[in-house]
Structure formats: structure tokens, C-alpha cells
């Protein structure tokens, strides 16, 4: 059974940077591809970033193209997200997910994940 927790959220002033991060448990994940993925209430989760095995490639929302990073290391079970320039509009409580697909067709389609963490909070001001 494949865990996930979340850290990092917190509540920033616009423009600043925060780093999330993913600690995976249960399962090794280096084969599995990951995500980032971030609601708002009354909105559906949203893709904001996803990274291959390896982490060769990533993919990104065009939201946040040029601000967030997305990382991982799979000996560590590890998966990142480098937030800057934050804006207000990137509020949202953000959950890391996994998916035993590892393509990228789809990436931010969050009915291709098998398994989520329980999410973070971050409110940009």
C-alpha cells in the first residue's frame, strides 16, 4: 500500500517562493510516474506539474510554466515542487499523486492516479 505525505505549505505574500514536498512510503515509485496537482473548493483538481521515472521529463500547466519545477528522486521515494513568483491566483490546497502508467498521456487528468496524499495548504496574499 502506497503512502504519501505531503509538506511545505504555508501561507506566502505574492511573489515569494515555497518548495513542497512528497515523502513516499510503502512502495518503491521509481517506475511510476508522478504529479502535482492542486483544488480549490468548488473547482476540480487541477494538473499543475508531472515528471517521468526517471525525471527526464517534465510537464507543466501553463499556469505555472516558467515559475514552478517539478523534481524527484527516486532513491529517496521523493517528489518536489519548486514554487516561485507566486501569485494569488496559485492558492489552493496541493496533493501529490502516482500513477502506474508511466506515460504522460493524460498527466493532468487526475482520474489516471491510483494514489494521493492527503494534500498541503498553500494561500498566496
Known amino acids: 500500500h502506497v503512502q504519501l505525505v505531503e509538506s511545505g505549505g504555508g501561507s506566502v505574500q505574492a511573489g515569494e517562493s515555497l518548495r513542497l514536498s512528497c515523502a513516499a512510503s510503502?512502495?518503491?515509485?521509481?517506475?511510476?510516474?508522478m504529479a502535482w496537482f492542486r483544488q480549490v473548493p468548488g473547482k476540480e483538481r487541477e494538473g499543475v506539474a508531472g515528471?517521468?521515472?526517471?525525471?527526464?521529463?517534465?510537464y507543466y500547466a501553463d499556469s505555472v510554466k516558467g515559475r514552478f519545477t517539478i523534481s524527484r528522486d527516486s532513491a529517496k521515494n521523493t517528489l518536489w515542487l519548486q514554487m516561485n513568483s507566486l501569485k494569488p491566483e496559485d492558492t489552493g490546497v496541493y496533493y501529490c499523486?502516482?500513477?502506474?502508467?508511466?506515460?504522460?498521456?493524460?498527466?493532468?487528468?487526475?482520474?489516471?492516479?491510483?494514489?494521493w496524499g492527503q494534500g498541503t495548504q498553500v494561500t498566496v496574499s
Open positions: 510503502g512502495y518503491v515509485l521509481s517506475k511510476y510516474w
Open positions: 499523486a502516482v500513477r502506474r502508467m508511466p506515460v504522460s498521456h493524460f498527466w493532468y487528468n487526475e482520474n489516471e492516479y491510483e494514489w
Open positions: 515528471i517521468s521515472t526517471g525525471g527526464a521529463s517534465t
